[in-house]
């Protein structure tokens, strides 16, 4: 098995944990916003650190940074800003695995862009199985209680924040895979980390002015939460260094369909952490995409 496929999987487990925490967050001590700041504020002193230690001990020094680099990686970086606003959002309207799946139209979404922007492509048997896990997107995209038919699967807030969320999941990934390929180095780890530092430096400083002009004290509360908020950042800093390190080797629509394993994880954290149930139609659903997770893993 490819390495890309355990580094899709390693990426998924720490993005489940990274998720939990900032339900946490999100519910009790901070707003929306800051606890998406939090997940990057974080970040960013770690991934600093070990880029440059990595820099001295690495022969391979890649050189000066283009300006379509940056260009990929502040679209990027503001594209996940937005993705992550929008999933921590689904946390008040459903349960913690639904909210999660919800995210996963992310697959198709990176497909589609990826061609356009990048020309990557997918072969026949990898778009079925894409497909499959759209169709257990679909399924669980139901509200709770079941009326209204599929017009209220689609058109509820739940459904669009989480197409809203693939929409800039797939843009970010797309710019990150662009931008990962922008630098002169044949070191996928090099790649990923000066890429990963360069974006979650922008996202911080971003959202730290953003915060600080349309939600007074709330950069205050996110201190005021380190003991859990570093732990969101630590778990965001390894999940994303897995993801650009993945984009450094495979297509990011493969990378991201074999990163829906997250849906099983979210599961587990749904039913032993927040004691949330999980019903008939929702097992349904996670077992589609659960298919086409081994499906992409067998024929790539």
Known sequence: MSAWVFISIAAAAFQTLRFMLQKHLSTGELST???????????????????????????????????????????????????????????????????????????????????VVLGDSISLSGLI???????????????????????????????????????????????YRGATLEISSTDPLMRASLSLMAVTLSQAIGMALWLGWREKGELSRVWAARRTAVWTGITGLAGSLCWFTAFTLQNAAYVFAVGQVEVIFSIAASVLFFREKITGREVTGIALLSLSIVALVLLH
């Open 129 to 175: 199985a894409i497909l499959i896990g759209l169709i257990g997107v679909l399924i669980l995209s139901e509200m709770p209680g079941g009326a209204g038919g599929w017009a209220r699967r689609l058109i509820n807030r739940a459904a669009g924040l989480g197409l809203l969320s693939g929409v800039f999941f797939a843009v970010s990934a797309v710019a």
């Open 33 to 115: 916003g800051g606890a998406t700041f939090a997940r990057f504020a974080y970040s960013a002193p770690f991934i600093t650190l070990l880029t440059a230690a990595y820099w001295q001990v690495t022969p391979d020094t890649p050189g000066a940074l283009s300006g379509v680099f940056w260009a990929y990686a502040l679209v990027g970086g503001l594209a996940q800003i937005l993705a992550t606003w929008c999933v921590v959002a689904i946390f008040a309207s459903r349960n913690f695995a639904v909210g999660i799946t919800f995210k996963k139209t992310e697959v198709v979404l990176t497909a589609l862009v990826g061609f």
